[in-house]
C-alpha cells in the first residue's frame, strides 16, 4: 500500500528525483541515525561498562531507546522530539493506509471521498485499539502465522 502512496505523490517528479528523494535520502538518513546512535549505545556498554542499559534493552525494548537517552545530555528534549518524530510517522502512515484503501473501496478513484477515507481511518484505529487491549502484538503475529500455514501450501502447489 505504501508503494501506492508514494506513487501518487510522486506524480510530476523525474526518475531522479524519486530516485533520491525516496531512496538515498532516507536510506543515508538511517545508516546516520542507526550508526550514531547504535555506536553510542554499543559504546556504552562495552566500553564503559553500562550493563543497566543492557537489562532495560533485554526487558524492555520499547522503554531501551528512552533510557538510552538518560545519558545525553537535554534528554528530556531529545525524548519529546523522538515522540513528535513516532506520531508523525504513525500520523502520515496511517493516512497514506486510509488513502489507498480509499482508492482500493471506490475502484481505484484516485481522490477517494473523505467519508471513505474516514471510514478506513475509525476502521484502522479500531483495530489498533483491539490490539493494544488483547496483549499488543503476540495475538496479531499468532493469528498471521495460523492464516498463513494453509497459504503457503497453496503458493507451494502454484
Known amino acids: 500500500m505504501p508503494c501506492l502512496f508514494i506513487a501518487r505523490i510522486s506524480k ?20 546516520f ?12 556498554i562495552q566500553n564503559l561498562g553500562n550493563t543497566a542499559l543492557s537489562e532495560v534493552v ?28 513516532l506520531f508523525t510517522f504513525f500520523i502520515t502512515s496511517a493516512d497514506s493506509a486510509t488513502f489507498v484503501l480509499g482508492m482500493f473501496s471506490e475502484q481505484g478513484n484516485i481522490d477517494p471521498s473523505n467519508k471513505t477515507k474516514i471510514t478506513w481511518g ?9 490490539l493494544l487491549i488483547s496483549g499488543g502484538l503476540l ?3 499468532s493469528a498471521s502465522v495460523s492464516v498463513a500455514l494453509p497459504f503457503s501450501v497453496v ?4
Open 122 to 130: 475509525i476502521i484502522i484505529s479500531a483495530v489498533s485499539i483491539v
Open 155 to 158: 503458493i507451494l502447489l502454484m
Open 139 to 141: 495475538p496479531l503475529q
Open 12 to 31: 510530476g517528479r523525474t526518475i531522479k528525483e524519486f530516485i533520491i528523494g525516496a531512496l538515498i535520502i532516507p536510506s543515508i538518513g538511517s545508516v
Open 33 to 44: 541515525w542507526f550508526s550514531v546512535f547504535g555506536g553510542s549505545a554499543l559504546h556504552f
Open 58 to 85: 533485554t526487558t524492555d525494548v520499547a522503554a531501551a531507546l528512552f533510557s538510552f537517552y538518560q545519558y545525553f545530555p537535554l534528554s528530556s528534549i531529545i525524548s519529546i522530539m523522538n515522540v513528535i518524530l
